[in-house]
């Protein structure tokens, strides 16, 4: 605001207007060129209205919750590294249990990586659940040692006395089934392990009797 007169009628007003250089009388409409003194003045108001507006118009830092959070504080903890994405997918795995899908959307957008390329990595390691796991993970090694020995009986066995199939939870999330293609004991086929626990050398009968002590 500044105080400004007419040079034509001699009329005065507090002139609130933008222009640097001339503003125009209400009462005669005559131009009026504002003073040099007060056109630095005009200018900061007009630099912080500018200011004011650009602040105001930012948007502010998105807070980050749920899934969001979870992801974003292991990522953060690897630098936002997009070559550390089987080590960010390992450590969410132990942390959450398994990989949601609303966990790859995240881990996509935050390492601004395509989802395929994140999908492909969690479908192409066993060590990946895309799907809840239960409390105790049973694995059974299908490899050609193991399987020669029997792997398929015990497979089965485990399915019956279970009652679901590759890759399901029990109704009561107590166990899930996997198969692997190698576990790196060949002499002790057929073998499982319980949560890593190994047991090798089974019989059909073994199985009920190492299950009971996961129960």
Not at 81 to 86: A, G, R, T, V, Y
Not at 111 to 123: C, E, G, H, M
Not at 155 to 168: Q, S, T, V, Y
């Amino acid at each position: 605001m500044a105080l400004l007169r007419c040079q034509h009628c001699d009329y005065r007003w507090n002139y609130e207007g933008e222009n640097e250089h001339y503003a125009t009388c209400p009462k005669c409409r005559y131009k009026v060129k504002i003073p040099g003194e007060k056109v630095s003045i005009f200018r900061k108001k007009k630099m912080e209205r500018e200011l004011k507006s650009k602040i105001s118009t930012e948007k502010k830092p998105v807070k980050l919750l749920g899934i969001a959070k979870i992801v974003n504080k292991v990522i953060e903890d690897y630098q936002y590294d997009e070559n550390m994405l089987i080590q960010i997918l390992l450590k969410l795995q132990r942390d959450f249990g398994w990989l949601p899908k609303e966990m790859l959307l995240e881990i996509s957008k935050q390492l601004r990586i395509p989802l395929f390329q994140v999908y492909q990595a969690t479908t192409f390691y066993k060590a990946f659940s895309l799907s809840p796991r239960g409390k105790h993970v049973i694995r059974i090694c299908m490899g050609t040692s193991c399987k020669v020995r029997g792997a398929q009986i015990i497979l089965d066995r485990i399915k019956n006395l279970l009652a679901i199939e590759i890759g399901e939870t029990t109704p009561d999330g107590k166990f899930s089934v996997e198969t692997v293609n190698c576990m790196g004991c060949c002499s002790l086929g057929p073998t499982i392990t319980v949560d890593g626990d190994y047991f090798g050398n089974l019989k059909s009968p073994d199985v009920k009797g190492i299950l009971s002590l996961y129960t």
